[in-house]
């Protein structure tokens, strides 16, 4: 009944819908009880969050805590991680993003510039290729020693990340440098060490994501399986690259990320009138929703009953909402839609394209193990008027969406240059 205008699939690196994976190593300061609060703050951008613990920095915070907010189990242990493959102190560390130390000791600062390697957080520092963000906390006199500045230079020199620590009264009541950064400037700091594309700031992304509830009756509907997910990771790509995102989402397993608008809508009707009242303000409109083809005509408006016998249900055909918009496309804007397709993949998507009066077409592959709905990676190829992107690759909805507003930012560049104005 419904067209399956999404899909996605598969396990990759990326087992999660996460689009990056940070290791928070909490030590031994007065102000590790904000690592709670930067745990959370990571969560809601999307980030998945693997906490660590010192064992000094343990008697500062509960791992309790960690874990609820991260939904991971805490390290604490360097031993464990023989036996248990969630905390190996080779494998963690190398599928990380990023590794944050808030708060940073000065002993943790003195071991890594050292190569000191006697518990799990400083041996992690040694193995991970991925940048280093410290946040170091401490009072002023440790802060200003030149033991600790000559540590903090070497790390610099290392190529290591910075954020404060800032000035102010400390824990110990005196005053001075030495305090550690807020939680929102590290994460800060850390969001842009992990998305260093921020290209979308100022432009206006409208999205439409999830499946559509077409009525039988008032407790009965026609739907598809659309997870929700492939736009989900559009959106959280948009927000990361400084993007003000609205989502307008049918029924879907994952709701849209946290700092996008969303409108929520249950029927293609529905869905086709909240995108057109919002078209024009948009920069991008991309058209990811599993929109249904078809709708009940005629509802009914009581609840059906048993009658013994068959029961037959007239089906009229929705309006195909992306082209209907993108009839008003105005000079400046790009619009995307998406398409699944299962041969001839690009000749398909190409007539689409111009059918549709589209600029750019994600076509993806439905139905396998490792491309369907509800799955984390999708093979799919980005198309516009002269050719296809990608030739149906495996890959992460994550890197998907990253690949989709790279191609749409440098269109978007060209369009803004351009005096002719788009077909
Ligand atoms: C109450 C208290 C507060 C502390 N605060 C700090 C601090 O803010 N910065 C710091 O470098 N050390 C601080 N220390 C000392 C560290 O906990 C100590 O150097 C420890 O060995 C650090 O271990 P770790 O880096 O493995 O967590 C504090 C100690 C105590 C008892």
Redesign the pocket.
Known sequence: MARSGTGWTGKTKMSTMSAKHAILGV?????AYKACEIASLLVKQGVKVTPVL????AEFVGAASLEAITGSRVIKEMFDSSTNANIDHVSVPLSADILIVA?A????LGKAAHGIAD?WLSTALLVTRAPILFAP???TN?YEHPAVQENLRTLHERGCHFVGPDSGVL?CKTVGIGRMMEPPYIVEAAMALLYPKHDLAGTKVLLTTGGNHEPIDPVRFIGNRSSGKMGHAIAQEALNRGAEVTVITGPAEVQPPEGATFVRVQTALEMGDALLERFDAADIVIAAAAVADYRVDDPATEKHKRNGGSMTLRLVENPDLIAEAALRKRQGQVVVGFAAETSDVERNARAKLAKKNLDLVVANVVGTADSDFGTDTVRASIIDATGARDELALMSKATLAERLFDHIVAMLDKKRGSPIASP
Do not use: E
């Open positions: 030590t031994g300061s007065i102000a010192t064992k000094s920095a708060p000791t000065a002993n943790i518990d906390a401490m009072n440790m824990a």
